[in-house]
């Protein structure tokens, strides 16, 4: 069964930082890029960070850039997200997500069942 | 701040037939890039509903269908069920912002 699985979700005090997994199975995460994708509570889809599949480029939202940083170990078959200077509006639930390509841009195909992050003092 | 807009909330009664558009710019959809839809229910992920404006993935009925038209796409839903109640949100590209752009989002509700 094709799945992505988040976890490392939790609450963090504002400034501190806190790091998501996005566990891979079913497929050979090594063939594809993965974006993380987030939704602060009851607000609208928000996209976050793309990583190639080799790891090769990275690219950020603006909301995010310089503070998150996405990487991948495909030998674990897993990507990361580190989020550090973590604000109340980073509060959200993170989704990591598959890329569907051959399409411009690519579209999402495969999404975890996502993680909640919540930063409070 | 998304740059595609979408109707807050759409109704119909089982067996309509609605559509949720998403309304963008030159430098997003009308710069050519493809739309998607995904389909949202609460407390759950995001499905993968259409892709590059008028695809279905397997598994999807041909219930839904999307359209692309100048700065503009839309999704049709037709022969309304209850369980097509949920939120849907439209996705592309913004090449001023070079980021992925989702839809404000749509609650579709069934009556």
């Known amino acids: 069964q094709v799945q992505l699985v988040e976890s490392g979700g939790g609450v963090a005090q504002p400034g501190r930082s806190l790091r998501l997994s996005c566990a891979a199975s079913g497929f050979t995460l090594r063939s594809y890029a993965i974006h993380w994708v987030r939704q602060a509570p009851g607000k609208g889809l928000e996209w976050v960070a793309l990583?190639?599949?080799?790891?090769?480029?990275?690219y950020y939202a603006d909301s995010v850039k310089g503070r998150f940083t996405i990487s991948r170990d495909n030998s674990r078959d897993t990507v990361y997200l580190q989020m550090s200077s973590l604000t109340t509006e980073d509060t959200a639930v993170y989704y990591c997500a598959r890329v569907y390509s051959g399409y411009d841009p690519d579209a999402f195909d495969v999404w975890g069942q996502g993680t909640m992050v919540t930063v409070s003092s | 701040q998304s740059v595609l807009t979408q109707p807050p909330s759409v109704s119909g009664a089982p067996g309509q037939r609605v559509t949720i558009s998403c309304t963008g710019s030159?430098?997003?959809?009308?710069?050519?890039?493809?739309v998607h839809w995904y389909q949202q229910f609460p407390g759950t992920a995001p499905k993968f509903l259409i892709f590059g404006n008028n695809n279905r993935p397997s598994g999807v009925p041909d219930r839904f269908s999307g359209s692309k038209s100048g700065t503009s796409a839309s999704l049709a839903i037709t022969g309304l069920q209850a369980e097509d109640e949920g939120d849907y949100y439209c996705?592309?590209?913004?090449?001023?912002?070079?980021?992925?752009?989702f839809g404000t989002g749509t609650k579709l509700t069934v009556l």
């Open positions: 996705q592309s590209f913004d090449s001023s912002l070079t980021a992925f752009v």
């Open positions: 030159s430098s997003n959809i009308g710069a050519g890039y493809d």
């Open positions: 990583i190639w599949y080799d790891g090769s480029k990275k």
